[in-house]
């Protein structure tokens, strides 16, 4: 085992331990650590946290930049700057090389998300009476009707869920609740899904009491389960075998948006702590608005005309 090894070892039992970080915390803490010693491993640096300096942290995440999202490296940064403070906190090095990084000016990424009509065919691609069809159709049905989190939908128990009144209590990040609502189409859903759900049932008639979505043996759906059939639906219905729910999620978002729904209304559902987190989405409507006007406008065409010549 290698000095940085046993450092990051360390590190990870102090966060798991002491900090009593959940076991999703100290994963990815250990994906971030796995991440920078293959990069010293590959550029044949001393696998050793106390040689490594703000220079090779600086290199090493302009690498990642061009690989990772802007989300993603901002994690890396926040892994190194907690991994090098424990260093000097246990006296392995007097100062911390990550303490001069700067965290990275943000690209704008636009959400992706999916046409009306498209939706429309991964929901449809769902179609069917046995007891996964009816399943899929229903998560489909919520994750784009009530624009819900995957986590949040997988955390949904039948007590949430108030089909007179088409609304649903989610558990948002921070662990703050809200309450959303959800069209007829994801009423309809539910309640053919609340019919078929006794069926989903274990060695022994074994069954999850209180989750709304369960898996062919009766407990409660994983988030990564949610993920692939996301991703079959896809596939099957708008050639989409990227998909992922968060897709639906903005979707969701982008249609309210170019229905005339204001952004506060959106921020509210979406349960965004900032309104800036929402304004995102007008960016994406500015951006399909300008494309029409360049369809449609005959401004627009004789413009094109004119530069073709």
Do not use: C
Request: aromatic fraction near 6%.
């Amino acid at each position: 085992m290698t000095p940085f090894d046993r450092q990051a070892a360390d590190f990870l039992r102090h966060l798991e331990h002491e900090r009593r970080a959940s076991p999703h915390t100290v994963a990815a803490y250990r994906r971030d650590l796995e991440t920078l010693r293959a990069y010293l491993e590959a550029h044949h640096l001393d696998l050793d946290a106390a040689e490594i300096t703000t220079h090779v942290l600086r290199s090493y995440l302009a690498e990642e930049l061009r690989r990772v999202s802007h989300r993603t490296l901002e994690r890396r940064l926040a892994t190194l700057r907690a991994f090098f403070r424990d260093l000097v906190r246990r006296g392995v090095m007097r100062k911390s090389p990550a303490a001069a990084l700067k965290n990275p000016r943000a690209r704008r990424e636009l959400p992706d998300f999916l046409s009306v009509e498209d939706v429309g065919r991964v929901i449809e691609g769902a179609e069917g009476e046995g007891r996964f069809e009816v399943r899929d159709r229903a998560i489909l049905e919520l994750l784009y009707g009530a624009g819900i989190r995957v986590g949040e939908l997988v955390s949904i128990s039948l007590g949430d869920v108030d089909l007179r009144g088409r609304r649903v209590k989610v558990l948002g990040k921070g662990g703050k609740e809200r309450v959303v609502p959800f069209g007829r189409p994801a009423a309809e859903a539910l309640e053919a899904w609340l019919a078929a759900r006794p069926t989903m049932v274990g060695k022994h008639g074994a069954q999850d009491p209180d989750a709304l979505f369960l898996g062919r043996h009766g407990t409660r759906l994983t988030a990564r389960q949610v993920q692939n059939l996301v991703r079959a639906r896809g596939a099957l219905g708008a050639r989409r075998a990227d998909l992922h729910p968060h897709a639906l999620r903005h979707s969701f978002a982008t249609h309210l948006l170019d229905a005339g729904a204001d952004l506060r209304s959106i921020q509210t559902m979406l349960g965004h702590a900032r309104l800036s987190t929402t304004q995102k989405y007008t960016h994406v409507s500015i951006d399909r608005l300008r494309e029409a006007y360049d369809r449609a406008h005959p401004l627009a065409k004789r413009s094109r005309v004119g530069h073709g010549d």
